[in-house]
């Protein structure tokens, strides 16, 4: 979804109180859907560079400190939150600091894609079992690591079982050491029947069949949303950009958010408003908050 060269400024955010305007018509019906039908509608979001801002150290990564503040402000009046992550749900709930709040007792927390789930009103994780092949992997990544000479700066992060990620982040060249890595852990990935999902500067070894796309198409149908807000930052996020075009055009409005960054363009060259990183959101959440019943 395009918009012509003189909207390009309307993408973003505004700098008054009031909410920013989207700077598709698409966007804008699907704002005004959830201004009218707050009830019916299902917000979703990513973590990492969403809710939390990238740090070099994944384990350090936290929630913008006004995240969860404006979460349970928001989560009363719509009729569902979601987080949605490649991480592991029980990782994401401890980051984001998720559990026990008020006003987020209906919160859901769809992890490693959507292959597990976390509700707040159990407190509890579903998942399936592990697949074989992430073990193959990481046994044989020291390997592979060093063969093509990527170990330094390289950071290995396990996933719960369920995936491991190669970052490239702190390498003296991180864009260099992403490319290099690209092509052996794609081959690495395909003998144990595994996908690679890229990100930024960090590359994602895990199990097909799952993605953000399947994962919110499918909360949004056992919700029966009304309308859908989707926002998120990096490659990964583009299934669930998809998914919500799929559904505008099958008749469900919809607003693409991208929480702007200068390394993943293509987001932002989709959504319909672009905010300033994971402050951006937190401030789009608030307002929203405050203009709902």
Known sequence: MGIHEHDANERHESADAGLPRPATAAGREGLDALL??????????????????IVPDPDQARAHPGAVPALARLAPRVASVAVITGRPAGVAVRYGGFAGVEGLERL????????????????RVSAPAAHPGVAAVRAELPGVLDEVGAWQGTWIEEKGG??????????EDPQAAFEALRGPLGRLAVRHGLIVEPGRMVLELRPPGMDKGVALAEYVREVGAGCVVYAGDDLGDLPAYAAVDKLR????????????????TQLRDRADLVVDGPEGVV?????LASHLP
């Open 36 to 53: 009218a039908r707050p009830g019916k509608a299902v917000i979703a979001l990513d973590f990492d560079g969403t809710l939390a801002p």
């Open 108 to 123: 859901v927390v769809l992890g490693h894609y959507g292959a597990e789930r976390w509700d707040a009103a159990s407190g």
């Open 162 to 171: 369920r995936a491991v990620a190669v970052h490239t982040r702190r390498a």
């Open 249 to 264: 055009s099958d008749g469900t409005p919809g607003l693409l958010v991208c929480s702007g960054s200068d390394e993943v």
């Open 283 to 287: 401030r789009l959440l608030s307002r």
